[in-house]
Nanobody, 125 residues
């Protein structure tokens, strides 16, 4: 079973940028789509953005449009989440996930088959 490992989290100030990375354990890993989710303390896990693996179509939650970008690095078969203009409310644990099949909405976390362990992002004011 493939494992996903996130990295790149940390403590930044509001307005700063941060780039998260998600590395599959299998270098030749491919799937239908990869997504990023986040969970703030005391809140449910929520969709942030997703990328279809072959067509590289991007999808975002409304609250990150124009600030976050999901992309794939073909050199090492990883995906990233570039986060710009970070806000205090962006604080949370960020998870990457892989979805094998195309059925259902990309924003629905129940449709994802593999999850990483998460990386903490803290944005201070």
């Amino acid at each position: 079973q493939v494992q996903l490992v996130e990295s790149g989290g940390g403590l930044v100030q509001a307005g700063d940028s941060l780039r998260l990375r998600c590395a599959p354990s299998e270098r030749t890993f491919s799937t239908f789509a990869m997504g990023w989710f986040r969970q703030a303390p005391g809140k449910d896990r929520e969709f942030v953005g997703a990328l279809t693996w072959s067509s590289l179509s991007e999808f975002y939650a409304d609250f990150v449009k124009g600030r976050f970008t999901v992309g794939r690095d073909n050199a090492d078969n990883t995906i990233f989440l570039q986060m710009n203009s970070l806000k205090v409310e962006d604080t949370g644990i960020y998870y990457c996930a892989a979805r094998k099949f195309a059925t259902g909405a990309l924003g629905h976390l129940g449709g994802y088959d593999y999850w990483g362990q998460g990386t903490q992002v803290t944005v201070s004011s």
